[in-house]
């Protein structure tokens, strides 16, 4: 499901999200991208664009949006590009990226101190999170970045005993756990689980797993399509990115390691990375 799908080429690409998650584009001449269709919100992945030839084009149908409201991400002359997308909650799909894929993640302005940043996400009034299974989401580092910890929100109904960790990104899932950290949770506010770690410019799965099934409660806040951006100052909007991967491996004391998905998830009690 997550390795890529190769997209048709032609003068106007065809761009099916029920086809799979990441996707791939040999671009053999100038190309437009056309409306995306079966979009689902909360659906993020890539698309990686190759040129056979230096000076290829590629254009996009209205229906995309960018990070700026502007400006189309450039291209990597002659090379590979990684395009990163999601679908907002309004149906939208979002393109950034546009670096070497030896440098992804770019589109993003960079990090402001003492806040959170997410991927995106849909705001919900609560759901329940269950005990004892591992759930991850993918995000996207676009510089060497130290963070301090990964948030998590409040546990409604009991506090209860979290770990979250961060995982590095392996064919478009969770590979080789990074770092990992234990934390309790507050049914009143949402609790920064200290984990201090330096990341270089890439894709990363951040997992948490509590060890009880927990409701969570997300709040009203900023749109969430600019909260990967411009970030959180008190976690707003923090719950539900929407697809993700679980498995029920790993223990109350040990995320498991390489993580093995055994399904997706569509509700994660996961917040964001916390900079310092």
């Known amino acids: 499901m997550y390795e890529p799908v190769a997209l048709t080429d032609g003068a106007t690409v065809p761009v099916d999200l029920s086809a799979g998650v990441n996707f791939s584009l040999v671009l053999a001449g100038n190309r437009t991208l056309a409306a995306p269709t079966n979009l689902k919100p909360g659906q993020r992945g890539f ?84 005990g004892n299974a591992t759930t991850a989401v993918q995000f996207s580092i676009p510089t060497s970045t130290t963070i301090s910890g990964v948030r998590v929100p409040a546990t409604t109904n009991a506090s209860t005993s979290v770990r979250v960790g961060i995982y590095t990104n392996v064919n478009g899932a969770p590979g080789v756990l990074l770092a990992e950290a234990a934390g309790t949770t507050s049914t009143t506010a949402d609790t920064t689980v200290s984990l201090p770690l330096t990341l270089a410019p890439g894709v990363y799965w951040e997992a948490v797993r509590y060890a009880a099934s927990v409701s969570v409660q997300s709040t009203t806040g900023p749109s969430v399509s600019t909260i990967p951006f ?40 996961l917040v964001g990375i916390v900079i310092p």
């Open 47 to 130: 698309i990686r664009v190759t040129m056979d030839a230096a000076g290829r084009t590629l254009s996009y149908a209205a229906a995309y949006k960018f990070p700026d409201a502007v400006t189309a991400p450039s291209l990597n002359d002659g090379g590979v590009t990684l395009l990163e997308y999601t679908v907002s909650a309004a149906g939208e799909m979002f393109i950034g990226g546009g670096k070497p894929l030896a440098t992804i993640g770019g589109g993003h302005p960079g990090y402001a101190s003492g806040r959170t940043y997410v991927p995106f996400s849909g705001p919900i009034s609560s759901a329940t999170v269950a």
């Open 230 to 269: 411009v970030g959180s100052p008190n976690g707003q909007n923090f719950n539900n990115p929407g697809i993700g991967l679980i498995t029920t491996g790993g223990s109350a004391t040990a995320l498991q390691n390489p993580f093995s998905a055994t399904g997706a998830a569509t509700v994660l009690g």
